[in-house]
């Protein structure tokens, strides 16, 4: 049977919102060499997986997390996301800025949280954890609780794991790395000699080049 992980791993790599290049690796914003590159944000140009991505966020955050206040996005990946999500629930909602405005009123989360309320973030992409995390100090510094976060994809860093554990926030993600590269080597998108490529670079992506 198969899986939501495995269902959705093949939706992104079907639509190229996931591309495998072992041999012709990507260079990531943060400098770090990959073979593997995830752009979620390419869901929403099509309507079928659009809804997919909003029906299977808005179920997860139904079957985990109880009393939700408010749906907060992680600028700017998930900000659509979210607003998808947010708006499947009935629910208000804000997206928070990697960094403050640079006018006006300086503002790091935009929209309204008032203190006390309970939030899920909605992330589309967790590799680090770094941002999606500085998102949560964000909307805790606002005096509200963050319950849990969702999230699209994660590459399942050991870093990132320790990170969210340190800071005490559930995350929950529609599929995995694992997932991933199991659809690709059954479609024939790499070969199994790849995939020990994908493996040593996941062990230690920041010093991995090629």
């Given at each position: 049977?198969?899986?939501?992980?495995?269902?959705?791993?093949?939706?992104?790599?079907?639509?190229?919102?996931i591309?495998?290049?072992?041999?012709?690796?990507?260079?990531?914003?943060?400098?770090?060499?990959?073979?593997?590159?995830?752009?979620?944000?390419?869901?929403?140009?099509?309507?079928?997986?659009?809804?997919?991505?909003?029906?299977?966020?808005?179920?997860?955050?139904l079957?985990?997390?109880?009393?939700?206040?408010?749906?907060?996005?992680?600028?700017?990946?998930?900000?659509?996301?979210?607003?998808?999500?947010?708006?499947a629930?009935?629910?208000?909602?804000?997206?928070?800025r990697?960094?403050?405005?640079?006018?006006?009123?300086?503002?790091?989360?935009?929209?309204?949280?008032?203190?006390?309320?309970?939030?899920?973030?909605?992330?589309?992409?967790?590799?680090?954890?770094?941002?999606?995390?500085?998102?949560?100090?964000?909307?805790?510094?606002?005096?509200?609780?963050?319950?849990?976060?969702?999230?699209?994809?994660?590459?399942?860093?050991?870093?990132?794991?320790?990170?969210?554990?340190?800071?005490?926030?559930?995350?929950?993600?529609?599929?995995?790395?694992?997932?991933?590269?199991?659809?690709?080597?059954?479609?024939g998108?790499?070969?199994?000699?790849?995939?020990?490529?994908?493996?040593?670079?996941?062990?230690?992506?920041?010093?991995?080049?090629?």
């Amino acid at each position: 049977m198969n899986t939501l992980e495995s269902i959705f791993a093949e939706k992104l790599l079907k639509v190229k919102a996931i591309k495998l290049q072992p041999s012709n690796p990507f260079t990531w914003a943060s400098g770090w060499k990959s073979p593997f590159y995830c752009d979620n944000r390419k869901t929403l140009s099509y309507t079928d997986l659009r809804s997919f991505v909003k029906i299977e966020l808005t179920r997860t955050i139904l079957e985990n997390f109880q009393d939700v206040d408010a749906i907060a996005g992680v600028a700017t990946g998930a900000i659509a996301q979210g607003a998808l999500v947010a708006d499947a629930l009935n629910l208000p909602f804000v997206y928070v800025r990697s960094k403050p405005k640079d006018h006006g009123l300086e503002n790091l989360i935009e929209g309204e949280l008032k203190p006390g309320m309970k939030v899920v973030v909605v992330e589309d992409l967790i590799s680090t954890g770094g941002s999606s995390l500085k998102a949560v100090e964000a909307i805790r510094n606002n005096g509200c609780e963050v319950v849990g976060m969702v999230a699209s994809y994660t590459y399942g860093f050991p870093v990132a794991e320790k990170a969210f554990e340190d800071a005490k926030v559930k995350l929950i993600t529609l599929t995995n790395y694992e997932a991933v590269v199991a659809e690709a080597v059954k479609t024939g998108y790499i070969t199994e000699d790849e995939v020990e490529v994908l493996h040593e670079w996941r062990k230690d992506p920041a010093h991995w080049n090629g």
